[in-house]
């Protein structure tokens, strides 16, 4: 098993742009999140899906949009991206009634002129 | 709403010394309780969690913690610390089984030779 898979790991962006980080989970868990990590503020919540067809927003929402594609897949999107989007943004899973842990993703490290 | 606190951003040790990372949570209802270790560019792996079963947990790599109610507290340890312990530590919080996690600033350790 891959466990929780992201892509891509690096991107560079100017102030603008847009993109969309892609995130995969093989252990067929219900629940996936999206977190930034910025110096000195440990992981906040941008958005998860507790369940497939469901999204949520978090701590963070302004500026992303997400889509639960399917069980596997939860996409995050900067539509017009800005510096203070600069962080490192990792994805997690969890089995909601089985195990708890959260697994998480390698991260992805954005960053944004 | 739920916080985390963790105090000190940086503790450093010598190797063999005991480790001792702090952690405080505020809830007034017993919360489920994690710590998570990141080791640079890399995602987040849990060491141990809490979830009402025993109140000192014990985790891997010879970490455990002890679970206080009345002080609110989940304070990591290790007794004998080791120059492969060098990491980020996250303290975190959920309110549901698996679900949302509140985490704290991180605490980056240090291990001297």
């Known amino acids: 098993n891959a466990g929780v898979t992201q892509t891509p790991k690096f991107q560079v962006l100017k102030t603008g742009q847009s993109m969309t980080l892609q995130c995969a989970q093989d252990m067929n868990h219900n629940s996936m999140y999206w977190y930034r990590q910025d110096p000195g503020m440990g992981l906040r919540l941008i958005y998860y899906?507790?369940?497939?067809?469901?999204?949520d927003k978090g701590e963070v929402p302004n500026g992303y949009n997400v889509s639960r594609l399917n069980k596997r897949e939860f996409s995050l999107r900067l539509e017009s991206a800005a510096p203070s989007q600069t962080s490192v943004y990792f994805c997690?899973?969890?089995?909601?009634?089985?195990?708890?842990?959260?697994?998480f993703g390698p991260g992805t490290r954005l960053t944004v002129l | 709403a739920q916080s985390v606190t963790q105090l000190g951003s940086h503790v450093s040790v010598s190797e063999g010394a005991l480790v001792l990372l702090r952690c405080n949570y505020s809830s007034s209802v017993p919360p489920y309780l994690f710590w998570y270790v990141q080791y640079p560019n890399q995602g987040l792996q849990l060491l141990l969690k809490y979830t009402s079963a025993a109140t000192l947990v014990k985790g891997i790599n010879g970490f455990e913690a002890e679970f206080k109610k009345s002080e609110t507290s989940f304070h990591l340890t290790k007794p004998s610390a080791h120059m492969s312990d060098a990491a980020e530590y996250f303290c975190?919080?959920?309110?549901?089984?698996?679900?949302?996690?509140?985490f704290g600033a991180g605490t980056i350790l240090r291990v001297k030779s």
């Open positions: 975190a919080v959920s309110m549901e089984y698996g679900n949302k996690l509140v």
């Open positions: 997690a899973s969890v089995q909601r009634g089985g195990t708890d842990t959260q697994y």
């Open positions: 899906s507790a369940s497939e067809g469901t999204t």
